[in-house]
């Protein structure tokens, strides 16, 4: 026996999944899966109406929104730091991350039940419109307050984009094809990540971050055209064919159609947990470090409420009167794989955002003096990394038809980058050497963030793929929304309090617009001794926040073990319906089209229901 079977049996020698699903290696699935949401109905009718060239037209679609989308965060993430500067607020990095970090967490869910609800289509052009709205908020904000306000809008479509590109490669490949299509999305960072910093430092020298914002609710919209006219002419093709399911208004009428929409989106459970997720994190930033702000009592009862609700959270959730239709399906945690991907989501994200995000651009400017590009290009060097592995990995899990040697491989190969990283990414090293470390984590990165996916969704039958993907890209926010709390808790608690401390004191009295500018604390000319306290402050809240960051990666490694050795080959009936890649022979029209008329036949019966 084998050390990876000894944690996970082999699923070669597993039993072929019976037609209904019902195996044992879909223990997750409640009961209520076997009567499938209208999202559901729609995108498997639609498969059964690919073809082959309009399938390829909808993945070149995938590739060219995805494209625009990489472009856009290699771009925007520049502004950030000049637009919270421009506003005196540059100490509020980690609060506007933990923001959208939160956003990231909450959309996520919601945005997979409005594509299993209303369809796919409906969701993409649902998460487009909020996108633009962001952009266009973000472009025209005057205060900290609606900058902050307006990541809300953004972060909302653009994690539904990333969430829908997911679901939707899920819905059209097979197990053993997926790792590889899921790859897709992430594979213009190949070349946006040198772009990006490129086009971001133009933007600024030529006009405003204002414009590096706006233009994005132009571009973005025109890149989605492709993906939704093939979505929507097959969803056509599907109508005509007789094979979408009744509408849900006739069913109930708009009065019961509006009270089941409440219910099948979980309103009350996303309010929890929004509530849960924002009242305990955002008061860490605020509330740390020598503003003394914990004096103000307004942040504890935040704490304390937000405690509240995320304790009654997963009661709620759980309930089946409470919540027929829940945000989250915590069922699925219940198999050990799913539980073990989705926390080592949540601890892989914490590790980057400690490490990475939101202030290593601001150290790189300050304490490595780099230039704009220079440190937009190393802090994109792991998103670089990280694509290229996780390309290559898709293509050997296709050859080997398993995941989890990569995914073991990856939590060792991640948790030696940030040791190293520790140890080189101080005062004084070269670029090559923090490059390296970059590099190296993002190699981890690269084998366990799409192996991890794919191991979650292997073990769940196709109503819940949508429901799965969601909960280990929601832990993956809420890994991002912790990580940025507490490196702002660290941030906060630590930088101001140091510069009061080096700082010569004819330079004290600008501690505080120092520690809330960064283009002010590079604006002292290097080897100053102003600049070396500076410097020195940043790399000694720096240090703590990578061994923050070390702490954080430990348990991936111990996790990795527990996820399933799932034999791809061998489970690769999954329960998907019509053409898929890898699924998509001559020798399969025939069964398309047996599908097409139990289809067609399951409808005339519910309509004929619906009228008795």
């Known amino acids: 026996m084998s050390f990876f079977s000894k944690f996970g049996p082999n699923r070669s020698e597993a039993k072929e999944v019976p037609a209904d699903g019902k195996d044992e290696r879909y223990e997750t699935s409640s009961i209520e899966s076997a009567e499938k949401q209208t999202g559901v109905q729609k995108v498997e009718a639609i498969a059964l109406t690919w073809s082959r060239t309009s399938l390829w037209v909808a993945y070149a679609g995938i590739l060219l929104m995805a494209t625009a989308t990489s472009l856009e965060a290699q771009t925007t993430y520049l502004y950030t730091s000049y ?30 039940k409005i594509a299993d609800v209303f369809g796919r289509f409906e969701a993409f052009a649902f998460s487009i419109l909020l996108f633009v709205i962001g952009y266009i908020m973000l472009a025209t904000s005057n205060s900290v307050e609606t900058y902050a306000g307006s990541q809300v809008f953004y972060a909302a479509g653009s994690t539904g984009l990333i969430l829908l590109q997911q679901v939707f490669v899920a819905d059209t490949t097979n197990l053993l094809n997926r790792a590889l299509f899921s790859s897709l999305p992430d594979l213009p960072f190949l070349w946006t990540v040198w772009a990006g910093p490129e086009v971001g430092a133009a933007v600024l020298k030529g006009s405003t971050w204002r414009w590096g914002y706006g233009m994005w609710a132009i571009i973005l919209p025109g890149c989605c055209l492709p993906l939704l006219g093939s979505l929507f002419v097959n969803m056509l093709k599907a109508k005509k064919k007789g094979l979408l399911p009744p509408s849900k208004i006739k069913q109930h009428g708009i009065g019961g159609f509006l009270v089941k929409t409440f219910w099948d989106l979980d309103i009350i459970g996303l309010l929890l947990f929004t509530a849960a997720l924002c009242l305990i994190l955002i008061p860490l930033t605020l509330g740390a470090g020598a503003t003394g702000k914990w004096k103000n009592p307004s942040l504890i009862a935040m704490m304390v409420v937000g405690g509240v609700c995320l304790i009654i959270f997963p009661f709620f959730e759980t309930s089946k009167k409470l919540a027929p239709s829940p945000l989250l399906s915590l069922r699925l945690l219940k198999n050990r794989t799913v539980l073990a991907g989705t926390l080592i989501a949540v601890f892989y994200f ?66 030696l980058g940030f040791g190293l990283m520790l140890r080189y990414r101080v005062e004084g090293s070269s670029r090559a050497q923090i490059v390296i470390n970059q590099v190296l984590v993002g190699l981890g990165g690269g084998f366990l963030n799409v192996p991890a996916q794919l191991g979650v969704q292997s073990v769940v039958p196709h109503q819940d793929v949508a429901a799965a993907t969601a909960l280990f890209l929601t832990a993956i926010s809420v890994g991002q929304a912790i990580g940025s709390a507490i490196c702002g808790a660290i941030w906060t608690n630590n930088i101001l309090p140091k510069l ?24 002292y000319p ?11 402050s940043y790399q000694e809240t720096m240090r703590l926040m990578l061994i923050g960051a070390l702490v954080s990666a430990v348990p991936i490694v111990f996790l990795t073990f527990f996820m399933e050795n799932v034999d791809l080959k061998a489970a690769d009936k999954q329960n998907t319906k019509g053409r898929v890649f890898g699924n998509s022979g001559p020798d399969d029209d025939d069964r ?21």
């Open 500 to 523: 009061n401390e080096y700082l010569p004191d004819d330079v004290k009295a600008n501690a505080t617009d120092i520690y809330s500018n960064f283009v002010l604390a590079s604006s």
């Open 83 to 112: 637009a919270l500067s421009g506003f005196g607020h540059h100490s509020l990095l980690s609060t506007i991350s933990i923001v959208t970090g939160v956003m990231y967490a909450v959309v996520k869910p919601p945005m997979a």
């Open 350 to 415: 914490m590790a980057f955002y400690q490490s990475v995000f939101p202030y290593f651009y601001s150290y790189l400017v300050v304490a490595n003096e780099q230039s704009v590009v220079s440190a937009g290009r190393i802090v994109l060097t792991f998103s670089f990394t990280s694509t290229v592995s996780s390309i290559i990995i898709s293509f050997l899990i296709k050859w080997t038809g398993h995941y989890k040697y990569f995914v073991c491989a990856g939590g060792l190969i991640y948790i």
């Open 526 to 536: 290097p080897g100053s001794p102003a600049r070396l306290a500076i410097n020195r």
């Open 592 to 612: 398309i089209a047996e599908e097409s008329a139990v289809v067609e036949t399951k409808r005339r019966e519910s309509e004929a229901g619906i009228k008795a």
